[in-house]
């Protein structure tokens, strides 16, 4: 079985700095790894994915993530952060087969940006 | 990504009521899932619904209380049955595709009172 674990469960930044947000996970067969955000009061949107392929994924609204195999991670990186990043980040995990297993979530990231 | 319709956006019921919550898809799927989002948490899976077979339930729940329906390959719904207040909780459907991986709808908003 899958696990994940987000070892921030806040991170307060200023507007404009970097921002790393970690996620490790544990699994026993190949993976599929996803970020997602949720804005106050909104459903889940899909930042980034990695499936296969390059270890390094860009996103939308500028994050990337990359997948490190060996250390089990898939740790989620911003630049230069708008107030507007301010939201609640999950990394998930799944099996790799093909969409017939479930995604197991971490228990998120909450990303304040103040100004 | 898959557009996924999910209604109702938002209800409060009264306690012991059930309510279904329907999810649209606009391509065919195998696999629907359906998640719930308790306050403050994260999502934890309620079950997987493969049309033309009984729903897989995860543990902690059970069909008598989430009941669902797979009538197509584009279509489900969730139940949730004699409601509590300790169902107050976001419900979201998801669905796999190959180019998008795992997509969500908007989710369902639920208060009991």
């Known amino acids: 079985a899958q696990s994940v674990t987000q070892l921030d469960s806040q991170v307060p930044v200023f507007e404009e700095a970097p921002v790393e947000l970690r996620c490790n996970y544990s699994?026993?067969?190949?993976?599929?790894l996803f970020w997602y955000v949720q804005y106050p009061n909104q459903g889940l949107q899909l930042l980034l994915k990695?499936?296969?392929?390059?270890?390094l994924v860009k996103g939308i609204n500028g994050f990337e993530a990359e997948f490190n195999k060996s250390q089990t991670s898939f740790h989620l990186r911003k630049p230069s952060v708008h107030i507007s990043d301010t939201a609640e980040y999950f990394c998930?995990?799944?099996?790799?087969?093909?969409?017939?297993?479930?995604?197991?979530f971490g228990k998120g990231t909450k990303l304040t940006v103040n100004p | 990504s898959a557009v996924i319709s999910q209604k109702p956006s938002r209800d409060i019921c009264q306690r012991g009521t059930s309510l279904t919550i329907q999810c649209q898809v606009d391509?065919?799927?195998?696999?629907m899932f359906w998640y719930r989002q308790q306050p403050g948490q994260s999502l934890t899976l309620i079950a997987t619904a493969n049309q033309g077979s009984e729903a897989t339930y995860e543990s902690g729940f059970v069909i008598d209380k989430f009941p669902i329906s797979r009538p197509n390959l584009t279509f489900s719904t969730l139940t949730v049955s004699n409601m509590s207040p300790e169902d107050s909780s976001i419900y979201l459907c998801?669905?796999?595709?190959?180019?998008?991986?795992?997509?969500f709808g908007s989710g369902t908003r639920l208060t009991v009172v």
């Open positions: 998930a995990v799944s099996e790799a087969q093909g969409g017939s297993e479930k995604l197991v």
């Open positions: 998801s669905v796999w595709t190959v180019s998008y991986g795992y997509t």
């Open positions: 990695y499936l296969s392929g390059s270890t």
């Open positions: 391509s065919q799927v195998t696999m």
């Open positions: 699994s026993s067969v190949s993976v599929y």
